[in-house]
């Protein structure tokens, strides 16, 4: 089951790093961002669902646990998403990860 991951994993990590570089994240919360999307991979919580609402929603919460000013709006503008299933996937994730700010 690791393979799997780690093989999806380095399938998405390209386009992670595009929609971050989009994002202007700092290299620190790039890589939170990585790491918190790689745990979400082994339990299986990002299974049938787009990868850009998923990280646009861990790059909300890790911007916003570094205290950052990044808001949901800017996300979804930037990422042309909708900005109620971006809202919809962070609660999604942080209901799944237990994840708190």
């Known amino acids: 089951m690791t393979n799997y991951n780690e093989r999806r994993f380095g399938i998405n990590e390209p386009e992670i ?32 669902r787009e990868l850009g609402l998923s990280i646009g929603a861990l790059a909300y919460y890790v911007v916003k646990n570094y205290g950052g000013e990044l808001t949901m ?6 990422l042309n998403l909708n900005e109620k299933l971006l809202f919809k996937a962070l609660r999604h994730l942080k209901r799944e990860m237990m994840l708190k700010y």
């Open 17 to 48: 790093d595009i929609i971050c570089e989009n994002l202007e994240l700092k290299e620190y919360q790039v890589s939170e961002v990585k790491r918190l999307y790689f745990n979400a991979l082994q339990k299986y919580i990002t299974q049938g």
């Open 73 to 78: 709006k800017t996300i979804a503008s930037k």
